[in-house]
């Protein structure tokens, strides 16, 4: 349906529009629509973007679910001062024993680095932080962040650099996330509680809005007819490009490449927090150096 947004954009030539109403020829409304707060996200056809001001952040969702596949977009964070906010790109399913794989980029005062936090929820159950910085200012440019789900494993990467390997590790008798369709979400909010210098930093109203852009949506994954029937994905005689081992397991120069940003750019990993974890998490054990 062509709204009014549209017929003024194309009046006035500036073809700004919320993100309810279609812009020909623009990605995201194939894929995605406005979750919530639609007036603070706004497609201008190629850029997508969500603002965050002392009203309202604002989320999309992806139009349909998916089980397994690779599901990719770009980002450009909020630049300058982005203290207090939180930008979130994440897979969920529904309910309280939910699954969930979370990017969350936690902003900061200008010039100072985001922190790129990721987690994992299995049945319900997160706690599974890992946080670094990035080797780019991601406040400058568009960066890829993916995940990549298959039957083997979770992984989360940037500009294609695998940053995060969460295994299946089923057979050693630890739960994973693989019979819930789940949703594609982003959105933007202020988490000033916690988000900057755990929280000593608050957000500063007076360089609100706070925006966050994306361009280049991309979802590769296996869409689910219905929540309740998932064989169309998940039998065992589907094999998909995500299910080949030279995909769902690092290449070798993927495995260097992890390896070269836990060493460089991690700063906190849950698997070696004594202090929260007094016993370390069952598949930190098996997972030798992830
Ligand atoms: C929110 O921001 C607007 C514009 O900067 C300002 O006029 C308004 O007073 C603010 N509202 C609150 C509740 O702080
Ligand atoms: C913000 O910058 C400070 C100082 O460089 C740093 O300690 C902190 O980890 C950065 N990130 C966040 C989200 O607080």
Known sequence: MV????????????????CGEAAPGAKF???????WAMDHCVNDGEVTKLKLDNSSGAGFESRSKYLFG????????VEGDSAGTVTAFYM????????????????????????????VYVNGVGNREQRLNLWF????????????????SVVFMVDETPIRVHKNLEDKGIPFAKDQAM???????NADDWATQGGLVKTDWSHAPFIASYKDF???????PTTADLSKCSGEEQRFWWDEPTVSELSLHQNHQLIWVRANHM??????DAARFPVTPLECQHHRHL
């Open 3 to 18: 709204g009014m947004g549209w017929f003024m954009c194309m009046m006035m030539m500036v073809c700004v529009v919320s």
């Open 29 to 35: 409304e194939e894929l995605y629509r406005s979750s």
């Open 70 to 77: 690779k599901v990719s977009i770009q980002i450009k964070l």
């Open 92 to 119: 969920s399913s529904e309910g309280s024993n939910h699954n969930e794989f979370d990017f969350e980029f936690l902003g900061n005062t200008t010039g100072e680095p985001y922190i790129v936090q990721t987690n």
């Open 137 to 152: 200012d991601p406040t400058t440019e568009f960066h890829t962040y993916s995940i990549l789900w298959s039957k083997r």
């Open 183 to 189: 949703g594609v979400y982003s959105s933007i909010w």
């Open 218 to 224: 991309k979802i590769d994954a296996c869409e689910v």
């Open 267 to 272: 700063i906190y990993d849950y698997c070696f």
